[in-house]
């Protein structure tokens, strides 16, 4: 049975005191017990501070995205192996934002998922079609495009990922894609793993405006694993509701 899951995507959000309380509102809100995983994947200069607010805790803590290089003359970029210092269990890859404003193609989000593995981290890989691509009816194609790619790079270790169906058009639009659409893709993708003796073990979020009012029906379909939450996750209430829905 693959693992339920709930992540924060904080975004480009947040500053220390801000996150010092959200962090601890979290670690104080969260209970030990609790059957679903839960993390926050943060700003890189945050990381530091969500391993010293959440060690020891069961909360994950992660990044947003990670550099498809090891080291070397990349300026600016991030590498895998130094975000797994701080004690990374998680990272992003091939978000849409990334994709629209950085260029992210699906090699670079292959090789970014390959990465994140060589460094003993999850990649939550982020596939999801346009409203246009939806339109005229390429959703499937599109998604299937997307992970097709990450195989193709990584081969059976996609067994060690986490993918995230966030449609482009439910996220930070404030709508979400209904339960009978998001689990209809998510059959798709479940069934392409299933293809790669995957299906077991990957778990599946959806991701696109989900909060606490529609938490509950999207994670009760049947290849709903949990959730990728953006806007909703820097609201603790908000995002511990969503985690226990
Ligand atoms: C996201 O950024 O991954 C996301 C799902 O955003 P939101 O929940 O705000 O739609």
Request: aromatic share 6%; hydrophobic share 45%.
């Amino acid at each position: 049975m693959p693992g339920k899951l709930v992540v924060g995507n904080w975004k480009m959000n947040g500053d220390l005191r801000r996150n010092d309380a959200l962090l601890a509102d979290l670690r104080v809100g969260w209970p030990v017990q609790a059957i679903r995983q839960i993390a926050v994947c943060v700003p890189f200069p945050y990381l530091w501070q969500a391993q010293a607010a959440l060690s020891g805790s069961t909360i994950g803590w992660g990044a947003q995205t990670v550099s498809e290089y090891a080291h070397g003359a990349h300026t600016g970029e991030v590498a895998a192996g130094m975000i797994a210092e701080f004690g990374c269990r998680y990272v992003i890859v091939g978000h849409s934002e990334r994709r629209a404003s950085y260029g992210e193609t699906d090699e670079m989000v292959a090789a970014k998922s390959s990465a994140a593995l060589d460094a003993g981290m999850t990649p939550i890989v982020c596939v999801g079609e346009s409203w246009a691509e939806r339109e005229a009816g390429a959703g499937d194609t599109v998604v299937l495009r997307q992970l097709d790619a990450v195989v193709s790079r990584i081969g059976r270790r996609i067994a060690e990922t986490v993918i995230a169906y966030e449609p482009v058009w439910a996220i930070g639009t404030g709508r979400s894609a209904t339960p009978e659409q998001a689990q209809a893709v998510h059959e798709v993708l479940r069934k392409r793993l299933r293809k790669h003796e995957a299906a077991e073990s990957v778990s599946l979020l959806y991701g696109g405006s989900v909060k606490a009012g529609n938490a509950k029906a999207l994670f009760a379909c049947a290849d709903i694993d949990g959730g990728l939450i953006g806007g909703a996750s820097l609201n603790v209430d908000e995002f511990l509701a969503i985690a226990g829905a």
